[in-house]
């Protein structure tokens, strides 16, 4: 199983990115996918989910109303689209698969992690 995050760059204050998280080897409509992210000298932190079926999402609130999470199962992947972007988001972005039924606010429930991607917000 392999999770291939990818999307992250530099980007201004106010700007836009959209990350992307392949999965291969698992059976993807079967798992909600989380994204989350880890700022420098900071714990990793949750930052949006969608659920197995795509009709539930999720979102923590430094992130509400400028985040958008959604997937697409016949690429296998999951997006975030991040708007109006602020230095605060600056962090590497990793991708988890949670089984269909597991709370995705607990990381012991993870099955799968990506490698992770860097976005740096400048001002």
Request: charged letters at 15%.
């Amino acid at each position: 199983v392999q999770l291939q995050a990818s999307g992250g760059g530099l980007v201004q204050v106010g700007g836009s990115l959209r990350l992307s998280c392949v999965a291969s080897g698992l059976t993807f409509s079967r798992y909600a996918m989380v994204w989350l992210r880890q700022a420098p000298e900071k714990e990793r932190e949750f930052v949006s989910a969608i659920s197995a079926s795509g009709g539930v999402t999720d979102f923590a609130d430094s992130v509400k109303g400028r985040f958008t999470i959604s997937r697409d199962d016949a690429k296998n992947t999951v997006y975030l689209q991040m708007n109006s972007l602020k230095p605060e988001d600056t962090a590497v972005y990793y991708c988890a698969a949670v089984p269909y039924g597991s709370s995705w606010y607990l990381e012991v429930n993870y099955d799968y992690w990506g490698q992770g991607t860097l976005v740096t917000v400048s001002s």
